[in-house]
């Protein structure tokens, strides 16, 4: 025992000399920009496994909005994003299954089959190097999501949805900074603004705000929600909007706050009202423009889904051409050559095209066969999200911490019915609503309205403390 402690001087003192040496030998590296911004990420990402519950998924989510954002150092969000999910997915797996809350059931069963039939239909691919990636970065995806997400809320629900409502409140303000004050179309396509707002956002700030205690807090997240409301509107995407909707509806019936929901209707009316008095011809001129814009998308001739009948036509034309086993995951073959310097890693107008649907992707993707647990899976989030709701109408709590989550998948589903991103784990819509999944598996609450003062998610093994439980009023 007295050898251990000069042992341990020794090889901190040779570490040391090795990395100096390491550093004099390669000086000529520290001029590359891209050589610190790897060394940088590093520490960061060694920095974030040292308090790995706390701050991983932060991490992780603030490099793939990176990588989708419109932003000069996007591309240090684009490579180390997969180097960031890769770390999240081996030590948030060692780690729960360390602890003695280790436990996975039928949701997660399900998601393995998904990643197995990703990787048979990924053979079948004529980008097999690309296809199989893909199917790897889906395995990464779900084992993050069955380990390291519930790392991230499980035992600590406070600090986390604290956190969360946080983060929503400052993305509203920084959108609005960026687009308004900056005219920095940040989030890129206003598609992108759209789901980051109506999915990300918009449900926990609804929740927050009705959870709030009445003083600055309840009015500070008012206002983001309204301000968020109107990034929404300003984007002018359908997807996004039908989101809000559907989310506001749903959420206002299944806590049977149905004042709130005339006020919200009420308020629309009298804005509507109070422009026409004023400026008539320019409301006029306005509901003319919106109507072309979220209607008809330029496609008025073709009717209402003018722009979404093309790709559907061709992704059903791929189905039928390929029933079994699809294109191959994330790839869809445009029927032209790519040539012999195409990106074997990332996808490319030649490997990849619009779908107009996440749900008509992954058929396409996969095949008949193999989107059967994909559906398997995505219906048991479906059936957790109503099971949420029926507790909802029994109990009229908006407290627990189930809501939140289940409002988030509900606009992602929405969502997802006119857009690509719900199996693309490169977009942080699909990383964002799969840990979201994972997190809700083990929070659906107790069926029991009697249990509302101390209820917990309907696990198989024993909970730990807080898991499930009801929201503290802010």
Not at 43 to 67: P, Q, Y
Request: glycine share 10%; with cysteine.
């Amino acid at each position: 025992m007295k050898l251990d402690k000069p042992l341990l001087v020794l090889g901190a003192i040779l570490g040391s000399l090795f990395a100096l040496y390491f550093v004099y030998s390669h000086l000529s590296y520290f001029g590359d920009v891209s050589f610190l911004g790897g060394i940088l990420m590093l520490e960061i990402i060694i920095g974030c496994l040292w308090k790995f519950d706390e701050r991983f998924f932060l991490l992780v989510m603030s490099v793939f909005c990176l990588a989708g954002m419109n932003l000069p150092i996007r591309s240090a969000g684009t490579s180390g994003r997969w180097v960031v999910l890769a770390a999240g997915a081996a030590v948030g797996y060692v780690i729960w299954m360390k602890t003695p809350r280790r436990h996975f059931g039928a949701f997660h069963l399900i998601a393995l089959f998904c990643v197995c039939a990703a990787f048979v239909s990924a053979t079948v691919s004529p980008f097999l190097q690309m296809a199989m990636l893909k199917a790897l970065s889906l395995l990464l995806l779900f084992l993050y999501g069955s380990a390291g997400a519930r790392l991230a809320v499980v035992g600590r629900e406070n600090r986390f949805f604290e956190g969360l409502l946080w983060g929503c409140e400052i993305a509203v303000y920084a959108t609005l900074a960026c687009y308004f004050v900056l005219d920095l179309s940040v989030w890129g396509n206003p598609n992108s603004l759209g789901a980051a707002m109506s999915i990300g956002v918009f449900p926990v700030l609804l929740w927050g705000w009705l959870t709030s205690d009445a003083g600055v807090a309840r009015w500070r997240r008012l206002a983001a929600l309204l301000l968020c409301s109107y990034l929404v509107f300003f984007s002018s995407a359908r997807a996004g909007m039908a989101a809000v909707i559907m989310v506001t509806l749903v959420f206002c019936l299944g806590l049977r706050q149905y004042r709130l929901l005339l006020k919200a209707a009420g308020l629309s009316l009298c804005l509507v009202a109070a422009t026409g008095m004023v400026a008539p011809t320019a409301l006029y001129q306005s509901f003319a423009n919106l109507k072309d814009a979220v209607l008809y998308k330029g496609h008025k001739e073709e009717g209402m889904l003018g722009s979404r009948r093309t790709p559907w036509e061709r992704t059903a034309a791929s189905i039928k051409e390929h029933p079994l086993f699809g294109t191959g995951y994330g790839t869809s073959p445009t029927g032209e050559d790519p040539g012999f310097d195409f990106g074997k890693f990332s996808s490319s107008s030649e490997t990849a095209r619009e779908h107009g649907s996440s749900y008509m992707t992954i058929a396409e993707w996969v095949g008949l066969l193999g989107v059967v647990p994909f559906v398997m899976l995505m219906g048991l989030t479906a059936l957790n999200i109503g099971r949420v709701w029926v507790w909802m109408r029994k109990t009229a709590n908006p407290y627990h911490y189930s809501i939140p989550l289940a409002m988030v998948l509900l606009a992602g589903f929405v969502h997802a019915t006119f857009e690509d991103w719900l199996f693309a784990v490169g977009s942080y819509p699909c990383v964002y609503f799969w840990a979201f999944a994972f997190m809700l598996a083990d929070f659906v609450p107790a069926g029991d309205p009697a249990l509302v003062s101390r209820v917990v998610p309907r696990v198989s093994h024993p909970a730990a403390p807080g898991l499930g439980a009801i929201a503290p009023s802010r």
